[in-house]
């Protein structure tokens, strides 16, 4: 072993540099992205070298056995997705890096899914696409929207990355637009076209801030207000209605109610001191579909106060009010207020009572 | 092109609301300033009853015409021919910014020149059935146009010049019709109602703006016609 000696040491990590940079210079010539299908079998070849040659292959630094060789060939046969990875190939011996790429697997892409909707009529219409089931590799995605004879642009939007707008340049138009998107890959292409009128996409956004509120002293009633979705540009001119749905929790059924303008609605046969679930959903007045249902809101209608009584002898009555059953409160709470003078005579005075209450309440 | 039955149901309310109105509309040709704002939402309310019925009438028309006329991708290009017929496309900016009378004026133009074409088409028709729902459409059609005519004079407002005048091209009627070419003819007629439907969507949104220009209790409609 030469020793102690520093020029010749110093040429030897000169020359140990130099091959290095030359290697890696080299490989990195060869390094390349392979794509292929799944379940296609793949032979990679060793670069320039013979198929006699002695050489290794490796995948993501692991030795590949010799039984995937054909000579200096590599033979994968009918690979899946766990093929992926960067194979390498050295010579036998000196362990030179010969050849390098890295492989993906995948498939060519399937009819994408496209959608077109307008939530902002009549200002811009979006469109949206998306891939029934992954490539598994990357894939560009090419829109172009045709309204008869003129080809318009489809503005890209950053965020989500599969949805262009569009603006709409004319209204009240007779010709339809039509709408192609491709989609391609490095080991196929599909694409799928679309076409709609003008009016067909209008759909809204949902309405908002949507509040349900008892009414003091209506046992049956509920008061709904909501907002115009903001997106929504011009409520003005292209008004919106509404379809209001409500039932109590403990039921099924949903009850309906068109509103043709407006922003609230108050429900007038609630079920008393139920809780409610209610949705609302926009339409334009005269074009497009419905909204979806805005979020769903809870409310209960007013209910009296059990008034906490000081006798005994009723005490008791005043836990079954929390029973869930359609049975109206006991009203023996207000009875005991009023002189006892017959049972008859007491539910005349209960009803007297209310009817001068509501007066009062509404004098207020 | 779906509705539910609540759709359903209002528009046979429209459509009573509408019969029984239309012998009166003729009576609204006055200078009644309150009685724009209800004319106006009667006028609305015929053209939702209008598009309502065209569905129907188209459908069956276009089945008569037969393929490629029923297929509801068909998209065909827009020949000379066919630019005869008014049509409702309207650069946005423009639209917005019509006055009251250019709107009106619009729309009365336009549902005179269709309801000429449209019968021109009822003549030719081979079906009775679909030649009696085309006259029937025909008259809610002159309906319309008779309650526009009412909005625009309890405004204020002239009626534009008859046929015949210094209008485009399509003023002066369908022109001759080749009966050579069976095509074409069946072309024009899916335009024609196409432009029909389109502008009974405009009009809707036309009259919606209206609405809110002129209120039933309108105010004084001089200043209205002045202002926007």
């Known amino acids: 072993m030469q020793m102690a000696n520093p020029v010749p040491s110093a040429c030897c990590v000169v020359l140990a540099a130099v091959v290095v940079v030359y290697a890696q210079r080299h490989s990195q010539q060869d390094t390349r992205v392979q794509y292929e299908r799944i379940g296609a079998d793949v032979t990679m070849k060793c670069g320039a070298m013979d ?17 995937h060789l054909n000579g200096s060939y590599l033979v994968l046969r009918n690979v899946h997705l766990g093929h992926s990875g960067q194979y390498s190939c050295y010579e036998g011996s000196s362990w030179h890096l010969k050849y390098q790429t890295s492989l993906k697997v995948g498939t060519p892409p399937k009819e994408p899914v496209l959608m077109c909707r307008s939530n902002n009529y009549p200002k811009r219409f979006y469109c949206s696409w998306h891939l029934p089931s992954p490539t598994y590799i990357p894939n560009t995605f090419n829109i172009s929207v045709i309204h008869g004879t003129r080809e318009m642009v489809c503005e890209k939007e950053a965020v989500p990355k599969n949805r262009c707008h569009i603006r709409y340049l004319q209204l009240f138009s007779t010709v339809k637009y039509k709408v192609t998107l491709t989609v391609t890959n490095a080991l196929g292409r599909n694409s799928t076209t679309i076409t709609f009128d003008e009016f067909a996409i209008v759909k809204p956004d949902p309405p908002e801030n949507v509040v349900a509120k008892p009414v003091p002293y209506s046992p049956r009633r509920l008061e709904v207000r909501w907002n115009n979705p903001s997106s929504w540009p011009d409520p003005e001119s292209f008004p919106l209605k509404f379809f209001l749905r409500y039932r109590p929790l403990i039921l099924d059924q949903w009850q309906h109610v068109e509103l043709s303008d407006g922003t609230s609605h108050t429900i007038t046969d609630a079920y008393a001191g139920k809780e409610y679930i209610i949705q609302v959903a926009a339409k334009d007045n005269d074009i497009g579909t419905w909204s979806d249902w805005s979020v769903a809101v809870h409310a209960t209608p007013w209910t009296e106060e059990p008034k906490y009584l000081t006798t005994e002898a009723q005490a008791p009555e005043t ?25 008859g005579a007491v539910a005349v005075s ?13 004098f207020i | 092109m779906d509705f539910r039955a609540g759709d359903s149901w209002g528009i046979f309310a429209f459509l009573c609301a509408a019969l029984w109105n239309l012998p009166a509309v003729p009576a ?19 053209t939702r009853y ?18 490629p006329f029923n297929e509801p991708d068909f998209n065909p290009p827009r020949m000379t021919r066919a630019e005869m017929v008014p049509s409702a496309t309207v650069d946005f900016e423009l639209w917005r910014s019509l006055n009251d009378n250019a709107r009106l004026a619009a729309n009365y133009r336009a549902y005179t020149h ?3 074409y449209l019968r021109g088409m009822d003549g030719q028709v081979a079906k ?34 008859s046929l015949g005048s210094t209008d485009p091209a399509w003023a002066h009627g369908p022109g001759p019709i080749s009966p050579h070419n069976d095509f074409l003819k069946k072309m024009d007629d899916f335009w024609l109602l196409k432009e029909l439907q389109t502008w009974l969507w405009r009009s809707a949104k036309d009259f919606n703006r209206l609405k809110k220009k002129v209120p039933p209790a309108a105010v004084t409609l001089r200043l209205e016609a002045q202002g926007f």
């Open chain 1, 51 to 67: 198929w006699d040659a002695a050489v290794t292959w490796t995948v993501n630094g692991s030795d590949i056995d010799e039984s």
């Open chain 1, 319 to 343: 836990t079954t009010s929390s029973t869930s059953s359609f049975v109206p409160p006991p009203t023996t709470k207000i009875c005991d207020q009023e002189k006892v003078v017959g049972s």
């Open chain 1, 350 to 362: 209960w009803a007297a009572g209310l009817v001068l209450a509501a007066a009062g309440v509404l």
């Open chain 2, 28 to 46: 609204l040709n006055n200078t009644d300033e309150a009685g724009a704002g209800q004319s106006i939402q009667k006028t609305y309310d015929l």
């Open chain 2, 50 to 67: 209008l598009e309502h019925q065209l569905r129907t009438l188209a459908g069956t028309y276009l089945n008569y015409l037969g393929p």
């Open chain 2, 114 to 116: 269709l309801l000429c």
């Open chain 2, 128 to 161: 009775a059935d679909l030649r009696k729902s085309l006259g029937h459409f025909c008259s809610s059609l002159q309906g319309l146009v008779v309650s526009i005519a009412g909005v625009m004079s309890s405004l204020g407002y002239p009626l534009p010049g």
